[in-house]
């Protein structure tokens, strides 16, 4: 059958991405019978045949043959004279099936089904694609870079789908550009003006577990379980972990033989700082092990008020706060508590060294006391503002300020 050829107007539909065939059979259905009730006012007798494999189409109309001058409804029965003459067996009683040609529509009707039809597709489309994303929610997706704009990255699925990864969702040293491969977890997923927005991320807890999953075996099977991730995206993370089964170390098993998995989870996220701590219900310990790599003295706790005292020998300090203080904060949000610091006096060595107030006063002052050789608390406080404000390029305010940072530590 000739059909100005359905297989030109219509072929690129059939192999829509995520469209299954039923469906998009059910849509060129629902389309062929609209032209039928515009054209013929019912399409109860007639009967629309797609074929996907192809693009072919076949519309039959089914009439009952009436006596001459008894027809109602030239839709639905056709006079016995008019059908005799394109049968010549029929009687009244019996049922006329002709094969309708789309060019019987007219050219504008076909444009007109066209148009619909790719408005239907479109819609689906998008409607699939939402409800494919919203049920892979945190999971990992890799795309391609396709445009990079200010405050978000256009990646493009392994099917051309869209997805926007922006900034506030990028590693801080991430650096893009078109064509390059990113992986990233699906974090968001909207429909917006009928489109589906799909966000993903780079800086959630969720991707660095996921990363986890992908790398040690033994969490993707259940033997280990990750209990928390905090992270500082492109800073450092704490994860803390249990195993089920005694005869696995978590942490050894997480960081793999000298390092081998850890490591390519740290290359993905730009060199952060992962620590990888055993998960335990002793919170003590919980706070000294998230406190790592500082050795700490002594804790105490306020269970009720979440607070925590951790008292350190002064060369320790530095290392449980962490450069920005990433290290004691992340440590109070992997434990729940607040952690304050002490500094715990040395009765064989009072003095401080001046690294130790990086978290109080900023590195470019110390770094000048440095440089006229003033290493310790007490040798900064040994001498008075005028010969500091002489010997140094900093002014008078912010040397009292200092002064008074480091006397502080010795009352």
Not at 3 to 8: A, M, R, Y
Not at 163 to 189: C, H, M, N, R, W
Not at 287 to 316: F, G, H, N
Request: charged share 35%; net charge negative.
């Amino acid at each position: 059958m000739s059909n100005i050829n359905l297989i030109d107007s219509f072929q690129e539909f059939k192999d829509f991405k995520n469209i299954d065939r039923p469906t998009m059979m059910s849509v060129l259905e629902d389309v062929f019978r609209s032209m039928i009730r515009k054209k013929y006012g019912n399409d109860e007798n007639c009967d629309v045949i797609v074929n996907t494999d192809n693009g072919d189409l076949e519309i039959w109309r089914t009439r009952v043959v009436m006596e001459d001058g008894f027809s109602e409804d030239d839709d639905l029965e056709i006079e016995l004279a008019e059908a005799k003459k394109l049968d010549e067996d029929l009687e009244v009683g019996d049922e006329y099936i002709e094969q309708i040609t789309l060019e019987s529509f007219g050219r504008r009707a076909i444009l007109a089904a066209r148009q619909t039809l790719v408005s239907k597709i479109l819609e689906l489309e998008k409607d699939e694609i939402f409800k494919k994303y919203k049920d892979r929610v945190g999971e990992i997706v890799t795309g391609e870079v396709y445009q990079v704009w200010k405050k978000e990255t256009l990646v493009l699925d392994d099917e051309g789908n869209e997805l926007l990864l922006p900034k506030t969702e990028q590693i801080p040293a991430d650096y893009f550009k078109k064509g390059d491969s990113v992986k990233a977890i699906v974090y968001k997923v909207d429909m917006m003006n009928s489109n589906p927005k799909i966000i993903i991320s780079r800086t959630a807890p969720e991707f660095l577990q996921r990363l986890f999953e992908l790398e040690v075996p033994e969490i993707f099977d259940g033997l280990i379980t990750i209990k928390k991730i905090v992270r500082e995206p492109g800073e450092r993370a704490k994860v803390a972990v249990e195993s089920y089964d005694d005869r696995i170390d978590p942490v050894g098993a997480c960081v793999g033989m000298k390092g081998s998995r850890i490591h390519g989870i740290v290359r993905e996220l730009k060199n952060e700082n992962i620590d990888v701590i055993n998960f335990t219900n002793n919170t003590q310990l919980y706070i000294q092990r998230a406190l790592s790599p500082a050795k700490i003295t002594s804790i105490k706790l306020d269970d009720e008020k979440k607070t925590a005292a951790v008292y350190l020998k002064p060369d320790q300090v530095s290392l449980a706060i962490g450069r920005g203080g990433h290290n004691i904060k992340l440590a109070g949000k992997l434990t729940g508590y607040e952690i304050d610091v002490y500094r715990e006096a040395d009765e064989h060595d009072e003095d401080v060294d001046i690294e130790e107030f990086s978290d109080e006063i900023d590195s470019w002052i110390l770094d000048e006391f440095k440089r006229i050789g003033l290493d310790t608390a007490k040798s900064v406080l040994a001498l008075t503002v005028h010969e500091l404000v002489k010997r140094t390029d900093l002014e008078e305010e912010t040397i009292k300020e200092v002064l008074s940072v480091l006397q502080a530590e010795f009352e």
